[in-house]
């Protein structure tokens, strides 16, 4: 009897043993895609704000370009400046006489680039729009960076290209992130007369 008493505690020690091993392997397991998760949904914020933010920047770039096709199309000024500047998109005319070389924010329903005041952008849940209006304030801030490119640098005519950087900038978990965009736009319709 002892003989068989002593084989079926050494049995019993083994699945003691297995059973701890077992549950140590799916505990290791379990951890493991806790913290893969975890990790997954953090960079899913990152992802989603860079992809808002890039979407961001190429408006500010879009919303430039149809304020230049907006005034060589209607070839005048509406605060009675000079008629047909192709590249007169801003609010006003700065001390230098330039009607370039400055930080601006613009809007979907701006008529021009107004000095920029360092504002959050808001989200309008109503419109499904970003701008400066209404809505809630989001972590989002646009500059547009706008200077007339020299002759010499581009080979174009004097005042015939405009070089426009919409910069996006967000902070999130502590970090600030910057997205910047450039294109350059030209005098394209020669009908339409530069200063």
């Known amino acids: 009897m002892t003989r068989v008493t002593s084989v079926l505690n050494k049995e019993r020690g083994y699945f003691i043993v297995e059973a701890v091993v077992g549950i ?3 505990v290791v397991a379990f951890l493991g895609i ?12 990152l992802v989603s704000d860079q992809h808002v933010g890039n979407g961001l920047a190429m408006e500010g770039i879009e919303l430039v370009k149809n304020l230049i096709d907006r005034n060589c199309i209607l070839n005048s000024d509406p605060l009675g400046n000079d008629p047909g500047e192709w590249n007169h998109i801003i609010e006003y005319v700065p001390p230098q006489g330039t009607y370039a070389d400055g930080d601006f924010e613009v809007d979907y329903n701006d008529d021009w680039l107004v000095p920029t005041q360092n504002r959050f952008l808001r989200f309008n849940e109503a419109t499904r729009a970003y701008g400066y209006d209404a809505g809630d304030n989001t972590k989002f801030k646009r500059v547009i960076k706008m200077d007339i490119v020299p002759p010499e640098s581009s080979g174009a005519a004097a005042d015939d290209e405009l070089r426009i950087k919409s910069i996006v900038t967000w902070q999130s978990k502590g970090q600030s992130f910057s997205l910047e965009l450039e294109d350059h736009f030209f005098n394209w319709w020669p009908s339409c007369p530069i200063q």
């Open 24 to 26: 140590s392997i799916v």
């Open 34 to 45: 806790v913290g893969l998760l975890t990790q997954s949904l953090s960079l899913n914020r």
